[in-house]
């Protein structure tokens, strides 16, 4: 039995078997596509790699030193990984793999791990999913080349209309960033319109840098420098659900949802403080920590383009979503329906009712206005801002959620929130001691 079993493992034309991977080892420095990718001896090209990947579940390509793939035709076209595979290199080192082609697009699940990574061409500087899951753990783009994207779609040709990942294209694309370095991910296709349900997730992991997210298109200016950097293009439609998740605090600026030719879904999660600017969501959950739209997001722009909240929490981890420093449509916020909670805040401007057109539901939601300290925990609750009495804050069209003013301000103990029968939460009357305010200030020598 042991005699066969040695037999067997000799006779693998690969690398070596640990526990349930397979690696197979690529050194562009120390190398052969002669050899069979052991350690031992490893192969020098990342294709040929590729061509010793068999059925095997869980194939990964180890990256020994710096690697180039280069472009055999010449023509530009993407690199396509149509093998489902874990590239992994060394944490400590990074080694570089540079793309001297088109882009790449997948064929199939893809890891790419603790490398950097880069486009030596301009024309498609990035990674399309093209229907397949696309993840990034610790990669870090390649600072001495173009900035690198990551697409959800795929990559057409803007001369004669190529769509380069047609015949290998998947069903539905999922892009997991867990830190690393990034310039922006674009949900949609480069040059063109895609139908790709695109789920998207990122984490700060160890540490990421990145712009932000686009739902949307982008096709290749020329009209200044040599067109490297896309520019969105709202013609170019996604025309199926996008579902974005944003746990950690992961740093990045803004999640712009575009246009509306397709349903947007974000999700945020984090502990403490955590802010981005956000434009065109369908819907948006907070599960944990303070979220605060950022200043001149678009949070509703009309009566048929606005959002569903969600904010669930839990004890110890309050889910708070501060829109105070949105910009209202009209002289409100709006909203299509609202799920609160006690352990949720949700945190409004002092000169803007909210206007839910549609259900109210969730006991117990804490109102607090700008102003106060909108964060809260066990440990440290904060507080409301100053609230006007007998002021309405909030108007909805349907529903039996309930909202509370639990830490009122200073001076306020005598405040309460209720429910007036016409469908609007209103302060109560009473007297209170307004904190004085600096209105005007010259300084003279």
Known sequence: MLLILTLVIGMLPVSTVYGAETVYYVSQQNGDDGNNGTQAAPVQSLNQALELVGEEENAVIQIVDDVFVLDENNNDAPWIIDKNVTIRGNAETLPSITVRAGGMILGADVVFENV???????????IAANGHSLTLNNVCQDETLRPLQIYGGTFIDFNNDTDYGENVRGEKSTITMNGGSYDTIYAGSANGSIALPIDILVSKGAGLTL?????????????AGDGSIPVLEESYLLTAPV????????????????NDSHEVSLTVDGTGWYSYQIKHMDSLTVKGG???????SVF?????????????????NHATLDISACVPYGEMLL?????GSEHAIL???????LHINGTLSGEGTELRLAGGMPWGSAENPGYSGWMEYDTTYIVYDDGDGTFVIRNPYPMQEDIAFVESGDMT????????FMPAQIIDFEMHS
């Open 116 to 126: 950097k990574l880069g486009t030596g061409g301009f024309l498609r500087p990035g």
């Open 211 to 223: 712009r932000g997210i686009y739902v949307g298109s982008t096709y290749r200016d020329t009209s």
């Open 243 to 258: 579902n974005i998740e944003v746990i950690d605090n992961a740093p990045l600026s803004f999640i712009d949802g575009v």
């Open 290 to 296: 303070t979220f605060e739209v950022a200043e001149n």
């Open 300 to 316: 509703a722009d009309g009566a048929e383009n606005r959002p569903e909240v969600i904010l669930t929490g839990t004890e110890n």
């Open 335 to 339: 909203m299509n329906a609202f799920t």
């Open 347 to 353: 945190v409004l401007g002092r000169d803007y009712p």
């Open 425 to 432: 939460w209103t302060t109560t009357s009473g007297v209170g």
